[in-house]
């Protein structure tokens, strides 16, 4: 399954429609980062919130994902994770660790908005 | 009437007559144990004491009991059906269970009280002995299921009331309360075993949700004790709420708790921790952009 990858002023925003397999989560993966530098984005969302299962190999990808992404200049928000996949996850041992995450779409646009205007204020100085 | 019983005559001779005669031993048995009722149920009371049965009982009350099982499980011998016994039994052990009487007890005292009967009538019919057989055959399922009802509504309603505790104290245990707009607060009061524990992160996660909340103040004040498995779990809920966008802030570690923790070693730097609950929500207004100031002040300020 494709997973369709939007522009949204500064951000791009990724919305998973439904369960991914390995290959489609490599596929976001090389999406993500190439589009990033085409858009000169300066965020990224991941919307999960149609994931009702998350096994290593996705978490793997997604930590993948943010730190690629963070190495191409751009903060990024995993949004949406189900109360009941935050359960399973953490007792397989899958965190997200120094991966921003939000309750949902609108959250982590907030968040993203707080991330890049801090790191825009800095840069300022 | 006549020709009604004809029929079924004809249809199931064997069956009728053996139902008869059958009947007719249960009358007949049922007659013996009434008319020597009294004696019968002296020497159940005497026989219960002296196998030490019902202790938390007095002995006026042991007879009183007696005297209402006794009847209860004749009625139940001539009619057949245990309806009435299954009730006095759920009944007794309703008021017999908090004072302290266990299972055996009560199997004990009915099982007595077979064996009584089965004496009374061995004794009655000693010099015929193939009708003492046949009073036996008609006499010992029944007397069986008796024992069998009564010790099964006990256990059923000792379980009852296990339940029924065991969902109180379910219930009680884990409130997830908004203080703020997008504050939870979490106090945790009592032991936390793995059930429960998995139970609290569930609840905290729903309410996350439901409440679109941003930080969680989750007190420790109220658990007493802590060791690796109570901390992990701790751990993991923090965790989790985190991948829901959402900070915890654990409160209310006391003394001891902090003491064994870093005696054992669990790993909380992940965790963000504030002395008591008061801190704790000062600390998570502070991350949500509140500041609370005495009015007073705010009109000098105007």
Known sequence: MEVPILKQGGYVIATIQGALSDEDLLRLQDNLVDRVGKYRSKGVIVDVTALDVMDSFATKTLRSIAYMIKLRGAETVICGIQPEVAFAMTHLGLTLEGISTALDLEEGLVLLDQRTHARGTSSER | ?302
């Not at chain 2, 008319?35 to 219960?48: H, K, T």
């Not at chain 2, 202790?55 to 001539?78: G, H, K, R, W």
């Not at chain 2, 299921?145 to 379980?159: G, H």
């Open chain 2, 1 to 302: 009437m006549a020709k009604k019983d004809d029929l079924q005559v004809q249809k199931i001779p064997s069956q009728v007559v053996a139902d008869e005669s059958w009947s007719e031993l249960l009358r007949q048995l049922v007659a013996h144990l009434r008319q020597n009722s009294a004696q019968l149920r002296q020497e159940w009371a005497r026989r219960i004491t002296q196998a030490r049965l019902l202790t938390a009982m007095t002995q006026d009350e042991i007879f009183a009991e007696a005297t209402t099982i006794y009847d209860n499980y004749v009625d139940a011998l001539e009619s057949g059906t245990f309806e009435a016994l299954q009730a006095y039994a759920r009944q007794l052990s309703e008021r017999i269970i908090p004072r302290g009487v266990e299972t055996d007890e009560v199997i004990g005292i009915v099982l007595l009280l077979r064996d009584v009967l089965a004496r009374s009538l061995f004794a009655k019919y000693q010099h015929d002995f193939p009708f003492l057989n046949r009073v036996l055959d008609a006499y010992e399922p029944a007397a069986n299921s008796i024992a069998n009802t009564v010790a099964v509504s006990f256990v059923k309603e000792r379980e009852r009331t296990i339940t029924q505790q065991q969902e109180a104290i379910r219930e009680l245990s884990t409130p997830v309360l908004q203080v703020r707009e997008r504050l939870l607060i979490l106090p945790i009061i009592g032991l936390l075993d793995p059930q429960r524990a998995r139970q609290l992160t569930e609840q905290l996660l729903q309410g996350i949700r439901t409440n679109r909340a941003k930080v969680v103040v989750i007190d420790i004040t109220g658990v007493a004790a802590m060791d690796s498995n109570v901390a992990n779990h701790l751990v993991q809920t923090v965790e989790a709420s985190r991948l829901l966008g959402a900070t915890v802030i654990v409160t209310g570690l006391s003394p001891e708790i902090a003491q064994t923790l870093v005696t054992i070693g669990v790993d909380l730097t992940k965790m963000n921790t504030v002395g008591d609950l008061q801190g704790g929500i000062e600390e998570a207004e502070r991350l949500l952009g509140y500041k609370v100031i005495p009015v007073s002040e705010q009109l000098r300020k105007e």
